[in-house]
Nanobody, 123 residues
């Protein structure tokens, strides 16, 4: 089993920045990729970014490219999501997730999920 705990959400003005943290514990050695997803009110959960534990390859949704950066600290079993130039459309609950597979963008292939952290961007 793997446990994921997110932190770092909050309220920020448009144009501001936040850094989300996802701390993983348990059988983290089994994970291949870590991802961030988000869900806004009344909308489906969507992919934001992902990173491979091993080779560090990163993947981003078009809507966040150039503004968000995903990174990892293998020694700490921690993944980060640096969010810059935030816009109101980024308002959502952000979830950290881990998958045992090489599939990056599809929600159903993620095996473990955190409880989510709220990000609110005011205009």
């Amino acid at each position: 089993q793997v446990q994921l705990v997110e932190s770092g959400g909050g309220l920020v003005q448009a144009g501001g920045s936040l850094r989300l943290t996802c701390a993983a514990s348990g059988r983290t050695v089994s994970l291949y990729t870590m991802g961030w997803f988000r869900q806004a009110p009344g909308k489906e959960r969507e992919f934001v970014a992902a990173i491979n534990w091993g080779d560090g390859n990163t993947y981003y949704a078009e809507s966040v490219k150039g503004r968000f950066t995903i990174s990892k600290d293998n020694a700490k079993n921690t993944v980060y999501l640096q969010m810059n130039s935030l816009i109101p459309e980024d308002t959502a609950v952000y979830y950290c997730a881990g998958t045992l597979s090489r599939v990056v963008f599809t929600i159903k292939y993620y095996d473990y999920w955190g409880q989510g952290t709220q990000v609110t961007v005011s205009s």
